[in-house]
């Protein structure tokens, strides 16, 4: 039986925020599914010359009500970087939350505005423990 990853969906409850949030990681858009009758768009983000790894966003137009919940039967998207300092920098700079800041020098890990888990892993070796991340202290849970 061949097997072949296609995507993680999560269902987002404003589409314009999330869509900011997964382009602060560097995600960009490579597709692009609106249906009328079924009043939903279907957007698939994914990292620059990766098209095969997306993550596709679910916005229903009429709202949903269950979004965004703390319920964590999700689990996490992880994404590698070059640098976690400098991206959870960049993203503390833009108004994200790090809820667990990377003491380690190792891994982070963020929520987006629904309250999806994002792990950001160190490429390659751990970086030397650095301020302000060695002190900080863990924000909410992730």
Same mark, same amino acid.
């Not at 999330?18 to 692009?32: D, H, I, P, Q, V």
């Not at 009328?36 to 596709?56: D, H, K, N, W, Y």
């Not at 939350?97 to 891994?107: K, L, Q």
């Given at each position: ?18 869509? #900011? ?25 994914? *990292? *620059? ?15 949903? %009500?269950? =979004?965004?919940? %703390? ?6 998207? #992880?994404?590698?970087? $070059? ?20 003491? $380690? ?8 505005? %629904? ?5 950001? =892993? ?7 423990? #650095? ?12």
């Amino acid at each position: 039986m061949a097997l072949k990853y296609l995507h993680t969906m999560v269902r987002v409850l404003d589409l314009e925020a999330s869509m #900011a949030f997964y382009r602060l990681l560097g995600l960009e858009e490579t597709r692009r599914h609106e249906s009328e009758t079924g009043r939903f768009s279907l957007i698939f983000m994914a *990292p *620059p010359g990766q098209p095969e790894c997306p993550v596709e966003l679910t916005y229903n137009w009429d709202g949903d %009500d269950g =979004l965004p919940s %703390d319920s964590r039967h999700f689990g996490h998207l #992880a994404y590698e970087v $070059d640098d976690i300092y400098a991206t959870c920098a960049h993203l503390q700079a833009n108004g994200v939350v790090i809820n667990r800041p990377p003491r $380690d020098g190792r891994m982070a890990f963020v929520r987006s505005p %629904d309250n999806i888990s994002v792990e950001l =892993l160190q490429k390659g070796e751990a970086l030397a423990h #650095a301020e302000p991340w060695v002190s900080m202290e863990n924000t909410g849970h992730w």
